[in-house]
């Protein structure tokens, strides 16, 4: 069964730096394209930072961006100077036949459960 599986530190104090981990499992994550989106409450989901089988990245922001790690069949968002305004759930993503329209995943074929960030002081 193919699954994703988000981790990583929950809060933060606003300014701070946070790394989140995506781990595929059933699938080869190094044939697809990755991407990590969030839902803030009471709002839509957002694509931050997505790139390509090939190594195309794209982010909302210059705070923001995602590696990938084939070879642990594991993606990562690198978050800095974190703002309260990022307190987010975070989703990764993945699609083999997906594209990275600038830092949003297209069609993904499999969503994370997700991960709550809290940016708070």
């Known amino acids: 069964e193919a699954q994703l599986v988000e981790s990583g530190e929950n809060s933060v104090r606003p300014g701070g730096s946070l790394r989140l981990s995506c781990v595929a499992s059933g699938f080869a994550l190094e044939d697809y394209a990755i991407g990590w989106f969030r839902q803030a409450p009471g709002k839509g989901r957002q694509g931050v930072s997505c790139i390509t089988k090939d190594g195309d990245i794209g982010s909302v922001n210059s705070r923001f961006t995602i590696v990938r790690d084939n070879s642990n069949n594991t993606a990562y968002l690198e978050m800095n100077s974190l703002l309260p305004d990022d307190t987010a759930v975070y989703y990764c993503?993945?699609?083999?036949?997906?594209?990275?329209?600038?830092?949003?995943?297209?069609?993904?074929?499999?969503w994370g459960r997700g991960t709550q960030v809290t940016v708070s002081s």
């Open positions: 993503a993945a699609g083999r036949w997906g594209v990275c329209f600038s830092h949003i995943l297209m069609s993904p074929d499999f």
